[in-house]
C-alpha cells in the first residue's frame, strides 16, 4: 500500500490532496492542528511545537512499515504571518513562522529519511513552496526567507541521498497563487505593511485565483507522471 504523510492537511491545498490521494485509495495520514470533522487517519498537532515531531513520523512509519509499499512525504504545512516590513512585526509571530515553514519540515525530513534509509521501495518527499521563496516581496521579510530556506534545504537533501544506497527522491514545488485561507489573511493586510497588496487584491478580483482542487490535481499529477530525478530539486507547478 501507498503511504502517504501530509502536514496541513485539514485545509486548503493539504486537505484537498488529501481527499483526492485517498480517492486512489492510498493510505493518507494527515496532521494538523486542527482536525476536520469525519476525518479517520488524521493525527493532531501544532507544528510549532517542534519538539514532538521526530517521535510523531517515527511513530507513523513504524505504524505502517509492514504495508508500505512505498513511503511518501508532503511538507505543506505553512503560515503567512507576519505580514509587515521588517522593524515592524512581533518577535514572537517571527519565530512561530520559521518553526512551522522552515524548521519543522526540516525536523520532520530528518526524521523521514533516517527512519527509511534501509527501506527498499520507492520513498518521496514533496516540499510545498512558493514563488516567494525564489522573488523578494516586501512586507513578506518572513515568508520569503522560510521558503528559500526549504528550497536551499531540498537542494541539499538532493545531493546527499544522491549517493544513498536506497535514495529518496525529493522535490520544493511552488503551487501558484491559490485561492486559500492564506490569500484572504493576505488581502486583509494594510498596505503600509504589505506594499503589494492591491496587486493581490485584483487576483481575487479578476478570477486569477486558482481554487485548492485543482492545484491539488495538479500537484498529484506531478508526483505520478515526472520522474523527481529528472526535474530537479526545484520546481514550480506552472511549468507542467
Not at 24 to 39: N, Y
Not at 119 to 147: L, Q
Request: proline residues 3%; charged residues 25%; glycine residues 8%.
Amino acid at each position: 500500500m501507498d503511504i502517504v504523510i501530509v502536514t496541513g492537511a485539514s485545509k486548503g491545498i493539504g486537505f484537498e490532496i488529501s481527499q483526492q490521494l485517498e480517492a486512489k485509495g492510498k493510505k493518507v495520514i494527515g496532521i494538523a492542528r486542527t482536525m476536520p470533522e469525519d476525518r479517520a487517519g488524521f493525527v493532531s498537532a501544532d507544528l510549532s511545537d517542534t519538539d514532538c515531531l521526530e517521535n510523531l513520523i517515527t511513530s507513523i512509519i513504524d505504524e505502517h512499515i509492514e504495508i508500505a509499499t512505498s513511503f511518501t512525504l508532503i511538507n505543506n504545512a505553512g503560515i503567512v504571518d507576519p505580514i509587515g516590513l521588517i522593524g515592524s512585526v512581533q518577535a514572537e509571530v517571527i519565530a512561530k513562522a520559521i518553526a512551522v515553514n522552515l524548521t519543522a519540515p526540516m525536523l520532520i525530513t530528518n526524521a523521514f529519511i533516517s527512519r527509511l534509509e534501509n527501506f527498499e521501495n520507492k520513498k518521496r518527499i514533496v516540499n510545498i513552496s512558493s514563488g516567494a521563496g525564489r522573488n523578494a516581496y516586501e512586507g513578506w521579510g518572513t515568508y520569503c526567507t522560510t521558503k528559500a530556506g526549504l528550497d536551499h534545504f531540498s537542494r541539499v537533501v538532493a545531493l546527499e541521498q544522491a549517493t544513498a544506497k536506497y535514495p529518496i527522491e525529493i522535490v520544493a514545488i511552488a503551487p501558484g497563487i491559490i485561492d486559500t485561507g492564506m490569500q484572504e489573511t493576505i488581502r486583509a493586510s494594510g498596505a503600509d505593511a504589505f506594499p503589494l497588496l492591491d496587486r493581490f487584491i485584483d487576483y481575487k478580483e479578476k478570477g486569477l485565483l486558482s481554487s485548492a482542487e485543482e492545484t491539488a490535481q495538479k500537484l498529484i499529477a506531478f508526483m505520478e507522471n515526472e520522474d523527481f530525478k529528472a526535474v530537479g530539486p526545484i520546481v514550480d507547478i506552472r511549468d507542467y
